[in-house]
């Protein structure tokens, strides 16, 4: 079987509740997280008809997840109402302060009136940065500046999560453990998993090996079971996770 696809995705699943863990959305774990929790972040950062189809994996599970939006790329009034209408939380995958070159006041405008556009979809609750790697401006300072709060935000995954008592595992990459291709898609702890693969992923969910609360980001972009997609992918991230370490030996020399 091969790993990315949504075929493999559902094995994570079923194994993920097979291992005694809940799946919960983004705002009910900040709310009331259970007890031995997996939160499924979806990012969609292109094809959002993709987010659809991972969406109805997990309804077929009866499992509701996070899916962040980005706007305009991925909004897609259809999709995002039918993924919603499922039980899934929607959230605003954000990256204004990078997109206007970090002009914080005409940053902040464009945040509420994308923010507003899919509030009118449905209830906004939490959102997330998009990372942009190839800016060297970081959206999150926007909040150093501005109160998120006040526009009905409860949270956001890279500021309101304790990663020393939760666990962060992202596909970036392409795989699990992508510490050299990973320029913003990551959290400051101490958790050391020696995952490459989903399977593995999937292992140590079998053997009891990984805490008791976890955030997995996963990319539905990433994931396909067609597989003329899948190697267009394949090579595609390849060249990219080149472009990365390249990238990140660069700024590091600085």
Do not use: C
Not at 2 to 13: E, I, Q
């Amino acid at each position: 079987m091969r790993d990315f696809t949504f075929k493999t995705y559902r094995k994570l699943l079923e194994q993920i509740l097979a291992s005694g863990y809940e799946i919960q959305r983004f705002d009910d774990f900040l709310t009331n997280p259970k007890e031995k929790a997996v939160v499924l972040r979806h990012d969609s950062d292109i094809w959002p008809n993709n987010d659809l189809i991972m969406s109805k994996v997990e309804d077929s599970l009866n499992v509701n997840s996070t899916y962040y939006f980005r706007v305009p790329e991925t909004f897609n009034e259809t999709i995002i109402s039918e993924i919603k209408n499922n039980g899934h939380e929607i959230g605003y995958h954000y990256e204004e302060l990078a997109r206007h070159n970090g002009n914080y006041e005409i940053a902040i405008k464009s945040f509420e009136e994308k923010l507003n556009a899919l509030n009118s979809i449905a209830e906004i609750k939490t959102f997330v940065r998009h990372g942009r790697p190839l800016s060297k401006i970081e959206s999150l300072d926007m909040w150093k500046k501005y109160d998120y709060k006040k526009y009905g935000l409860i949270g956001e995954p890279y500021l309101d999560v304790d990663y020393s008592k939760v666990l962060y595992l992202t596909d970036n990459g392409n795989k699990w453990n992508s510490n050299k291709t990973n320029i913003r898609d990551k959290v400051n702890a101490d958790h050391k998993f020696d995952i490459n693969s989903t399977f593995d992923l999937i292992d140590n969910f079998k053997k009891q090996l990984l805490p008791n609360h976890i955030i997995l980001n996963i990319h539905p972009a990433r994931w396909n079971n067609n597989y003329l997609v899948w190697t267009y992918r394949f090579f595609l991230q390849k060249t990219k996770n080149i472009a990365k370490i390249l990238l990140n030996m660069l700024r590091n020399k600085k």
